[in-house]
């Protein structure tokens, strides 16, 4: 699933959605987390990794930064991230051709 994330990139920011993954809330329920990789080059290059929760509304959601690097260094994130995503994940990924 993709989301506009149009509030959060400028032009030239580069976006690449890694996946999502099932997880519990605080509450008990069950959830869908998005993970994106970000490239913002506005203010100088940054690379950030974002999971994102859907809202209690339609069309609301949360955006979380999971971590912050710079420069870009999308590769390092990706792998760190696959790293600590659970082995399903990966082998949904590579289905995906990612």
């Known amino acids: 699933m993709s989301h506009d994330l149009s509030l959060f990139v400028s032009p030239g920011d ?6 999502g ?4 809330d605080r509450a008990g329920r069950q959830a ?10 506005r203010h100088g290059e ?3 990794l974002y999971w994102l929760i859907e809202g209690a509304r339609p069309d609301h959601f949360q955006l979380i930064l999971e971590r912050a690097e710079e420069g ?3 590769a390092e994130l990706s ?3 696959e790293e600590l995503s ?8 590579a289905a995906r051709g990612r």
């Open 14 to 19: 580069a976006v690449a959605h890694l996946g």
């Open 21 to 24: 993954i099932a997880w519990t």
């Open 32 to 41: 869908m987390a998005e993970f994106y990789l970000v490239v913002h080059r």
């Open 46 to 48: 940054w690379t950030h």
């Open 72 to 74: 870009e260094v999308r």
């Open 79 to 81: 792998s760190w991230f």
């Open 86 to 93: 659970p082995p399903a994940f990966r082998c949904e990924a």
